[in-house]
């Protein structure tokens, strides 16, 4: 009878392995394929171990990473960057730019991510501070402060992705979700806010911990039907209807969801807040403060100037940055918005980062030309 059971068991958890590979590969490419290696077992380029902004890469990692649409090997540097060796001193000016998983350069070859490409049609180094892992403006505040200052430069480049940073930055997200990554928020009121972490230190894994990821880390890179399982715990049936645990209020408007359009004012400030901190922190280098649209950005845009970005407008007006908006930027060059993203993922692929990179080129070459250093002081 056990016996019995075991075969029946084991047919049954096969046939569940097959239907979710179909599952990602041809229906919910959303979710990432198994790599069906060792390769990122004990994977340590994504770490929470920096004690300021949390998530980081630990140094000299690789990643492979792997979708039905790409592939991609991933690297970070002696410094924890996913970028070639750098050295904090340098005798030229250097541009740095910080930003969330669009920066890093998810699902592209390092040569064909903005940073390169800047790096390669300005003639001067562009370091990439860029990172996944839920990075939200008050991570990239304190990156810069704590870390990127720490390497000689001259312009700072900030990508802000609309969709999801108002979300990292939550701290009422945080508390939805079954999570003890450490990362920080802001409590209080505009201007008297406070650092807030949920959780006090950096996790320090017992033996028994690393063994149970490393577990965890080889089911996800053999087991397709363990990715879905993951994936499907983010949402819960309403109406027999797959929809996420949680949703901010303000999705449920005409704008869809676009926070180029729908921001509730508690969360401007907060990001208001730490863009003008970062802006402060740099003193007197040039800070290119971009937003990077995402398909229902685009979906809903008018032609006239979103309140977002009139925010963020006059607020690099009042703080001496420039800023720049993609979205009007790209429909301008005839772009159709779907070729610059990947099929199966909604992340810039190589055409993206291309045009994104082709915009603002000249904001950098101007940043540069007027930068201190270009100008003797």
Same mark, same amino acid.
């Given at each position: ?33 198994? @790599? ?12 929470? @171990? ?8 630990? +140094? ?24 070639? %060796? ?36 300005? =003639?001067? !180094? ?6 996944? *892992? =839920?990075? =939200?403006?008050?991570?990239?505040? /304190? ?14 480049? /900030?990508?802000?992705? +609309? &969709?999801?940073?108002? !979300? ?6 945080? $508390? ?7 990362? +920080? ?7 008297? $806010?406070?650092? #807030? ?19 965890? /880390? ?19 049936? !309403? ?9 901010? %209020?303000?999705?449920?408007?005409? @704008? ?24 402060? !922190? ?7 403060? #971009? ?11 008018? *032609? ?15 703080? =001496? ?11 301008? &060059? ?35 030309? @007027?930068? +201190? ?5």
């Amino acid at each position: 009878m056990l016996k019995r059971f075991l075969i029946f068991l084991f047919m049954l958890i096969a046939m569940l392995e097959v239907a979710s590979y179909f599952y990602i590969k041809y229906i919910n490419t959303n979710i990432q394929m198994p @790599s069906y290696s060792l390769v990122n077992v004990n994977s340590k380029f994504w770490t929470f @171990s920096d004690e300021h902004f949390g998530v980081w890469h630990h +140094p000299s990692s690789t990643y492979l990473h792997k979708k039905p649409c790409f592939t991609a090997q991933y690297a970070s540097n002696a410094f924890g960057m996913r970028d070639k %060796e750098r050295t904090k001193d340098a005798d030229q000016p250097r541009v740095v730019i910080l930003g969330d998983s669009f920066i890093e350069g998810w699902g592209n070859r390092s040569e064909d991510r903005l940073s390169n490409l800047l790096e390669a049609s300005t =003639g001067k !180094e562009v370091l990439n501070f860029g990172t996944s *892992g =839920g990075f =939200g403006t008050i991570q990239e505040w /304190l990156q810069y402060k704590h870390m990127v200052k720490q390497f000689r430069h001259d312009v700072v480049l /900030l990508g802000i992705l +609309p &969709r999801n940073d108002f !979300e990292d930055n939550s701290l009422d997200f945080y $508390y939805t979700q079954d999570t003890d990554d450490y990362r +920080p928020y802001l409590v209080g009121d505009y201007p008297d $806010y406070k650092l #807030f972490y949920p959780v006090k230190k950096l996790p320090q894994p017992t033996k028994v911990q690393a063994l149970a990821k490393s577990f965890k /880390l080889t089911l996800l890179e053999w087991s397709c039907l363990y990715r879905v399982a993951i994936y499907l715990n983010d949402f819960k049936i !309403e109406n027999m209807k797959l929809v996420p645990r949680w949703t901010p %209020e303000n999705t449920n408007d005409p @704008s869809g969801g676009s926070m180029y359009y729908s921001v509730p004012e508690n969360e401007w400030n907060i990001m208001r807040y730490s863009l003008e901190q970062l802006v402060a !922190e740099a003193g007197n280098r040039k800070v290119i403060l #971009f937003t990077i649209p995402a398909y229902q950005d685009f979906e809903h845009y008018d *032609g006239k100037e979103p309140p977002l970005a009139r925010k963020l407008r006059e607020l690099a007006g009042r703080t =001496g940055a420039t800023y720049v908006d993609l979205m009007p930027a790209m429909l301008a &060059r005839g772009v159709k918005y779907p070729d610059l993203y990947f099929s199966c993922d909604k992340h810039w692929n190589a055409f993206g980062n291309a045009v994104a990179a082709d915009i603002l080129e000249p904001y950098v070459r101007d940043a540069l030309q @007027s930068s +201190p250093a270009a100008r003797g002081n």
